[in-house]
């Protein structure tokens, strides 16, 4: 019988990552002569959730296994549990694991509604009282706590998608450093960017593929073709034995977030601002007030280009900004933009007119009564208008820094042809025989 399983929440701060989780399920399945022919996917949900731990991310598979319901349920609740408890420490640590299970044929009749629940996820917060009667109403299989919300979530994904490849580290390494071989790396980007992105920062001179922290995830190679992430992972030169290696079919890089857009706190949402003024905070963050809304505009300094894009900006240039809202101690909502499209150049300003007589520059005679000139006492009724160069032009700024769901501007979405099922099968293969499957046992048993 085939099924459809989405899990959520299996990390922590300290151990664990859920696609690693759902990996292990995965190959655990595949140990019980269950079919998986398709890609397993990695769905990341709305990136302003506060309680995310890294990036929003949730998981759903398809496997097709000659057990009941009931039975899947079984193994993968008890998965679950061992995981947390052995593995993640995440009951500990305020992680609510979840998942979520459907019949094929029931998650066929009833696709529309969970497109539009992932919709919801990308785009807003749901609560889990919500998540839980939208199961019940549609006979979800149910199971944890918060991350159920994000297993049925993930169910619904079925749009634009990219590739990533992640590769996982053996467990006595994971309270280790990542140590890659940089120039493997900038090789790597050389020869296939841009079918893979997001590899390195040039600007820093530090790889962007590698996990921060203390999860089993030594790097994440993105891109649109799964072939090509795997001869990318083959040059790339980690210094360390790795586990195992899964990819996922991902929303990663593909803007969903920017298709649902929203007013409240925690939506992304997008506005055409004229310009009122730019502050320049200490630090480099940059404050654009705009003619049409009540809310501020914040570019960090991260943000890099953005930031500079940000600074160069006038009164009465018209932008349209995209980003997220959220509460701020002085300004009840605030805009954090993560993508600027320039759409008008004001290149004009005025000034206090120069004396034409004395050429030095006039006095304001007070609130619209015009200028004067302190020496010659020579009148001008108005300031004067001239036309000045920008360094900036029209068109889309973003940040160069990776952020999971945004496109990068220079991405072209394709969908390449593929054998999933061969894929997947030899992945799994691989992965179940290696020689020290230590986590795998440890969840097992
Ligand atoms: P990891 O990458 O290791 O999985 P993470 O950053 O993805 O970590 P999660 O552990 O998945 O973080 O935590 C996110 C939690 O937020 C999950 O419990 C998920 O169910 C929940 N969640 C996700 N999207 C929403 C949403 N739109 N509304 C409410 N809750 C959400």
Redesign the pocket.
Known sequence: MKFVVGV?????TKA?????FSSILLEKLFLKNCKISELPKLV???PN?P?????????SFIVDCNISLCELEQLVSDTSEKYVKKISM?YNLN????YAILEYDKYNLIKDKLESFYE?????????DL?KKFAKNNKILIGG???????I?ALGFDEDYTFELLTYRKIENWNKDRDVDNKSIMEADSIFFPKVVANYDYFKNKPLILSHGR?PVFYGLRGIDPEILIKEMNIIKAKEELDFFMIFKTNQMTDPHLKYLGTRY?QTTSMKIKINSIRIMKGGHVIIEGGYSEMLVIVYRESRELNSLAKELKRGDLIHVSGAIKPSFNNSKILEAERIEVLYLNDQINEIPLCPICKRRMESVGKDKGYRCKRCKTFANSKTTKSISRNITLGLYQSPLYRHLTKPIYLNLSKPEINEEELINNILSKMIKRQDRYVSTMVSS
């Open positions: 959520d929440d299996h990390d922590s664990g990552c859920t696609t690693h990341r949900l709305n959730i309680w995310k731990t890294r990036g929003n991310a949730s998981i995440g992680r609510k694991p979840g919801r996820a990308v785009s807003d917060v749901i609560p889990l998540a706590s918060r991350g159920l919300i994000g297993s979530a999860d925690y």
